[in-house]
T-cell receptor, first 113, second 115 residues
Framework: GEDVEQSLFLSVREGDSSVINCTYTDSSSTYLYWYKQEPGAGLQLLTYIFSNMDMKQDQRLTVLLNKKDKHLSLRIADTQTGDSAIYFCAESPPTGTASKLTFGTGTRLQVTL | NAGVMQNPRHLVRRRGQEARLRCSPMKGHSHVYWYRQLPEEGLKFMVYLQKENIIDESGMPKERFSAEFPKEGPSILRIQQVVRGDSAAYFC?????????????FGEGSRLTVL
């Protein structure tokens, strides 16, 4: 099956690091993604990682992939109030349509002053 | 604006009416996807279309829902005889024909409320 699970809520102080976790069940997924959704808006792709990579860093964002445990995480360094949003992880299937993504339920990140 | 355009942004319908949601993909994109987001849930795949073809509709409800992507004009998601359970945000996304990373570009969504 294809289930992607995330914790529902995370609260951090401005300036701290945020770590959002995700677990998935389809070990054959090709790509794994992190999307950000601000209130009333669509999803914005933050970053993605190919399944043969362990880590990817992009400015304040660090993605870690543990294929053995089927665990994906997104670390946001120096979290800002503008980072407050819902973060979705998603996986693409190993075969068929690459863009037919399976999304997690989202983690709501609240950044406090 | 070269992004994915959806309209209407908000739509209110009474039970039994029809809802039509439109999506224009990003310029140069020929792949369109529709996803549904129920309140407090993640996005669920509904259908994948290319011009004049439905490629994968495995996520579409069997009845009342249909989608098209004509040769000219936007993609349309049509919901007939709406019920309260259809209330959701419907997101359209597009991707490049040659894109192999599966990267999707999303519109801002159409929020359907059924009274």
């Amino acid at each position: 099956g294809e289930d992607v699970e995330q914790s529902l809520f995370l609260s951090v102080r401005e300036g701290d690091s945020s770590v959002i976790n995700c677990t998935y069940t389809d070990s054959s997924s090709t790509y794994l993604y992190w999307y950000k959704q601000e209130p009333g808006a669509g999803l914005q792709l933050l970053t993605y990682i190919f399944s043969n990579m362990d880590m990817k860093q992009d400015q304040r964002l660090t993605v870690l992939l543990n294929k053995k445990d089927k665990h994906l995480s997104l670390r946001i360094a120096d979290t800002q109030t503008g980072d407050s949003a819902i973060y979705f992880c998603a996986e693409s299937p190993p075969t068929g349509t690459a863009s037919k993504l399976t999304f997690g339920t989202g983690t709501r990140l609240q950044v406090t002053l | 604006n070269a992004g994915v355009m959806q309209n209407p942004r908000h739509l209110v319908r009474r039970r039994g009416q029809e809802a039509r949601l439109r999506c224009s993909p990003m310029k140069g994109h020929s792949h369109v996807y529709w996803y549904r987001q129920l309140p407090e849930e993640g996005l669920k795949f509904m259908v994948y279309l290319q011009k004049e073809n439905i490629i994968d509709e495995s996520g579409m409800p069997k009845e009342r829902f249909s989608a098209e992507f004509p040769k000219e004009g936007p993609s349309i998601l049509r919901i007939q005889q709406v019920v309260r359970g259809d209330s959701a945000a419907y997101f359209c996304a597009s991707s490049l024909l040659t894109e192999n990373t599966g990267e999707l570009f999303f519109g801002e969504g159409s929020r359907l409320t059924v009274l």
